[in-house]
């Protein structure tokens, strides 16, 4: 018992912590942005991107989003940091979803 209230007061204590090191996302109207790819997480299907206006997209791919390179479909593993790419996103609340992400390189 007395381990529980010790571990719970540590953690308390750590979340704000926790929270400020999560990467700061920012969230846009639907619609089409160009920008850098800043990082690929290809066990999540979510990249990272940089538009030319400094916001950074979270973009989780869903089953629906296309990938694609010279008009042509390609798998994920395609996407690498530091890519030029065009994303059409739609705003679902406080999310992005991908509709489209086009690798311009």
């Not at 571990?7 to 920012?26: K, R, W």
């Not at 989780?60 to 030029?84: H, I, M």
Request: charged share 25%; with cysteine; aromatic share 8%.
């Amino acid at each position: 018992m007395k381990n529980a209230k010790l571990i719970a007061i540590l953690f308390l204590l750590m979340a704000p912590f926790l929270y400020s090191c999560q990467e700061s996302t920012d969230v846009v109207e639907s619609g089409t942005y160009q920008g850098t790819v800043d990082e690929v997480e290809a066990d999540k299907t979510e990249i990272y991107v940089k538009t030319a206006e400094g916001q950074v997209l979270e973009l989780y791919f869903t089953d629906n989003t296309t990938l694609t390179r010279n008009g042509e479909t390609v798998a994920f593993d395609q996407l690498q940091t530091g890519q030029q790419v065009e994303v059409q996103v739609e705003k679902v609340g406080q999310r992005l979803d991908p509709i489209a992400v086009r690798i311009l390189e």
